[in-house]
């Protein structure tokens, strides 16, 4: 988690340095009833993670949305305003590659991302802007937006390590070595 977010404030800096250290909303939102955080990214272009850092005061399961209160979508210099809503079976991999970019680059633009790709969620919205520039997450504070919401759909279900019989079975499919073309694409699982 250190690396990737020491990635993100390098990527950043040139940015910051060149705006002003005041940050300033592109956009802003008024919030109506019945609103929750991942539609108004969806509706507005907005990642999960963006929509998280620069609304501090939105609560980690975003039970707090007031009616008439006022969102700032995205700070100037750092909005990336291009994004993908995540469905069932994305992974981060095939997302890289849909908007012509890899999985590094991905984790940059979310950093709320873990390694594996095991946190993202059905209905989440990820920047896809290649090489736009994101604000940086808040020091010294969790990640916002890391841990799937309670009531969030896995993107990738088998890629959670939860003792579903899916993943119990998948994983007895991969100990008895058979070469199915999931298992042969992992670089360091043969040879168990
Ligand atoms: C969001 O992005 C889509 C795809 O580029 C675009 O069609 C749509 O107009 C955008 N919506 C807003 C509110 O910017
Ligand atoms: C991802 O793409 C970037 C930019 O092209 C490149 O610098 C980086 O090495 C790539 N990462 C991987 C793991 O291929």
């Known amino acids: 988690m250190f690396a990737r977010s020491a990635v993100v404030a390098f990527v950043a800096l040139p940015l910051l340095a060149q705006t002003s250290f005041a940050q300033t909303c592109t956009r802003t939102y008024t919030v109506q009833d019945g609103d929750i955080c991942d ?56 997302i890289a590659q849909t908007y012509g970019f890899n999985a590094t680059i991905l984790n940059n633009l979310n950093p709320q991302l873990d390694a594996q790709c095991d946190n993202l969620y059905v209905g989440e919205v990820v920047c896809v802007a290649n090489n736009a520039a994101v604000p940086s ?14 009531t969030a759909i896995p993107a990738n279900p088998s890629a959670t390590p939860a003792p579903t019989s899916a993943a119990a079975a998948a994983a007895s499919s991969a100990a008895s070595g058979d070469d199915d073309d999931d298992d042969s694409d992992l670089p360091y699982c043969d040879e168990l």
């Open 39 to 94: 539609g108004i990214s969806a509706a507005h272009n907005v990642s999960t993670y963006q929509l998280a850092v620069v609304n501090p005061s939105i609560d980690s399961e975003c039970n707090n949305l007031q009616s008439g209160q006022s969102l700032c979508l995205g700070y100037e210099g750092e909005d990336c305003s291009t994004t993908h809503v995540v469905q069932l079976g994305d992974t981060c991999d095939d």
């Open 137 to 150: 997450p808040p020091a010294g504070s969790a990640l916002p937006a890391a841990t799937i919401p309670a």
